[in-house]
């Protein structure tokens, strides 16, 4: 039996990269997992698939993040899947991964790029904790995964990193809201991690992001998957607040 059975969880952007890892991580502790997606429906059901041929339980659930009304269509889909399931809506476990990056000189960045950014990185995970707090239970955990770029110093990336230090903040000012619930806050902060797209196939590519981490690799999706199935159980019930570093040692400067 798993560390996370009976739990039920949620996890954003789960159709590919570091959050199909994590819901396949989560779904093989125990959990049942809500699979988000907004575009890959078939990618969606495939992580469902191989949670549930490993004895897991899990659903899909649509929404387009960072457009109106994207978190009652998302809430609508989560919780009627918890209802058809366990008989209620109780969410134990949020994780805020999905997420849009783009690159481009400062110069270039157009009100409309930043908007999207911080409409999809920043606001969405905002609105969809808010609702989640309505049906979490106490000892509730809430993970969001931003990124080492807030701690380092790369100007083709300014929104992005902007778009996750905002997202950072949930951690610091939740925490201390929901401390008397029992509910921990955090944030987990990849470095550069292989999510399957075509940038980390170029070898020349590949190799400069290698160098960015003190063991010389990128990081495969389930060491990220690892730290966040961590903060979601029981161990971890006294860590809130914090900024995890999942860089494999890139912040080390
Ligand atoms: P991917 O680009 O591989 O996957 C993104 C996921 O988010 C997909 O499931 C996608 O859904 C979903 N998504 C994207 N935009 C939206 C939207 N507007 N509405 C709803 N869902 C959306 O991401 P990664 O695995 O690379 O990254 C996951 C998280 O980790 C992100 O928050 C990213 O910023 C962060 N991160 C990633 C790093 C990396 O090197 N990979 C480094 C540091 C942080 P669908 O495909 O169904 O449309």
Known sequence: MGNLTGKTALVTGASRGIGR??????????ALVAVHYATG????AE?????????GRA????????????VDVLFEGLERGLKERTGATDLDILVNNAGVMAMGAPEEVTPEMFDRMMA???????????RALSVMPDGGRI?????????????????????????????????RH????????NSVAPGSTDNG?????????????????????VAEPAAIADVVAFLASEDARWITGAFIDASGGTLLG
């Open 178 to 185: 929901l401390g008397s619930r029992r509910i921990t806050v």
């Open 120 to 130: 999809v990185n920043a606001k969405a995970p905002f609105f969809i904790v808010q």
């Open 143 to 175: 993970i969001n995964v931003s990124s080492g770029l807030t701690r380092v110093a790369s100007p083709d990336q300014v929104t992005y990193g902007m778009s996750k230090g905002a997202l950072e903040q949930i951690a610091l000012h939740f925490s």
């Open 41 to 44: 429906a078939d990618a969606a």
């Open 197 to 217: 797209s075509a940038l980390f196939q170029i070898p020349e590519v590949r190799e400069t992001l290698s160098q960015l981490s003190t063991f010389g690799e």
């Open 47 to 55: 992580v469902a698939e191989s949670i549930e041929k490993d004895g």
């Open 21 to 30: 890892a994590i819901a396949e991580k989560l779904g093989y502790a125990g």
């Open 59 to 70: 659903f899909t659930v649509k929404a387009e993040l960072g457009v109106p009304g994207d």
